[in-house]
DNA sequence: ACCCCGAGCCGAAACGTTTCGGGTGGAGTA
DNA sequence: TACTCCACCCGAAACGTTTCGGCTCGGGGT
């Protein structure tokens, strides 16, 4: 292993001198600058962490601590998230590792143990949930962390989020103007706070229109095939009026909408209209579905470049404040949405008078 | 941050002792042993992994490269591994986390800064392919690491396996008892330990029973559906004799075989026999096959103890050969193998003469 | 001639831990 | 009494780095 000293000792200076030049100082002449960087890499110097960790009080080390399988990302999906944060991260110079708490323990001990412990900078945090006490106690200790997503309530953070209240408000209103009325919404669980966002949207994209927020329509759960297939069911099996149109939180629930829709023989977009939010992790696809989806998307994969750089940021002793992104959406149209049933030629049985 | 010096002041005893107590070191009395370790909850210390380090050479985190999305597991699998790996280290009071090495960058570059950096201990290196550079690297270097399978030739190693040869060994010989004589081999990439180790006891059956070894049975491939599938086709769509019995050296190539058999319409045993080995890592079981799969089985998840086990030792000084250990597989029989065709009440036809 | 200033360099302290080589005091032995 | 021995303890050095304060040298201004 060769050391500073050893460096010091081959040029001939002194070891104060060799760590100036090596860290870009300004007092230091181009020239010994020139012979400590040829020196370093003939000699392949390599910084011992631990000693620069000591006495800096930086590793240039940040990590992902995991309890339990993160919902979002079951299947190969998972490499490729911590994939990406890891080429992000190295191209900033630092090194991310992921860390596996044990199910048992208390996941606050871990990062206790682990930034007590000297060894990590900072954190990445994802799928916050509301009042999530990792956040809590990392603002606390003042510890770098960007959360991906976002808490309403609680204490500031740093975080990368999607626009979800932008979610819910396009493809609220995009259904609008195909004359919708009736139009239930498929979200994720109201623990997290983009489900909140998306519903906050819809809700306004609704009163935009004059139209009431009926909670009856708004079904939450976690974002997989199941809920789509349940949601289906309960929606379109019971007594009329059936919704005219589905907002699906999450490709795959998409994917248990129209499972269940197709069992109970209800096609799409003729019978009812479907959009849904694409974050192009799972391996379904938009275009995939028959007919293919009417989206808003914001790819997933476009998370890991702002969020190494926050977090490359915070810990170079950036403000909260200036650390705090929210991405815009996109929305593509496709072709899952067509004008409801009533707006159309209506068929002549149920004729007699309404006198509502 | 709670340091040794704080609990020195706190409980008037030297920062050397202090250190010898918490270490379990001999020469420090019961009693105060017992106040030692009562002060270090109360203050919640926690040793400074970086200062120990750098004085002991020893950070008590190990670490598992990645570059590139491993073959063998795709899916939660991949979750399934790191966390339980991840658990018996934490059991053996090491961390461990994963580093996913950026694909562009040569992988012995990543190790060397890695352990230059100071930072890692050992490594855990799963999938090790022929004349694999990476544990040629470390062994040169003296790096501590455990290789989830086995090299052969090349320097020693530290290894965890299971019996391999065993596995082909017990497969071909219950077939062999059932009466097959053309067995075709399905096995892994010939570029892995493995799949040359079950070759080899598959060879060995055969030849316990004076049978010859025919290459044109064994087909080699990376170990998923699409091996057994286009295998299927390749072995019983050409010109006869076609194969009675089939071996999968992976759950996954089985069931593409079943898929392609069924497709050619061959049924499961009635006309072809198939026993597979089974890692119980895919979402795939061998009892959810029909018929049931007679397989020879070593869970997976079996190994994570032994391997947290063999390098924790390794790091603690444990002589190379003293962790290397070689697991029994199971055999486990099910419904997927009968008598071949020829040996059962033959059909009528192709009765003439056959002299040979 | 004097002082000042900046460029370039250096010594030494500090970070928190382990560990080596002692030291002290009291009990046991001759 | 004088010695040894053991149980228990301590000071100081070392690990490799960063950083604070200060040093020297030569050139410019007055």
Known sequence: MTTLKDLSRHLNLSVTQVSRALNGYADVSEATRARVLAAASELAYQPNLSAR???SGRSGIVGLVLQ???ASMTGDHFLTVIGGLSAEFSRRELQFVLHMADP???????YR???DGGGLDGFVLIEPVTDDRRVAYLAQRGIPVIVHGRLFGGPA???????NAEV????TRHLLRHGHRRIAFLNGSPQRAYSEARRRGHV???????????PGLHITASMDEKHGLVSAVKLFSGPAPHPTAVIASHLKIARGLVQGLSALGLRVPDDVSIVAHDDQLSDLAATGFEPPLTTTTSPIYDSWAPLADGLARLIAGAPIPAVQHTAAVDFVERGSVAAPRNERPAPRKNHHGDTR
């Open 53 to 55: 960790k000591l006495v």
């Open 68 to 70: 339990g399988t993160p």
């Open 104 to 110: 048992e323990e208390d996941v606050i001990e871990v």
């Open 113 to 115: 143990r682990l930034i």
């Open 157 to 163: 953070h740093a975080y990368y989020d999607i626009d």
């Open 168 to 171: 819910g408000r396009v493809l």
């Open 204 to 214: 306004e994209a609704l009163e935009e229109a004059g139209l009431p927020f009926d």
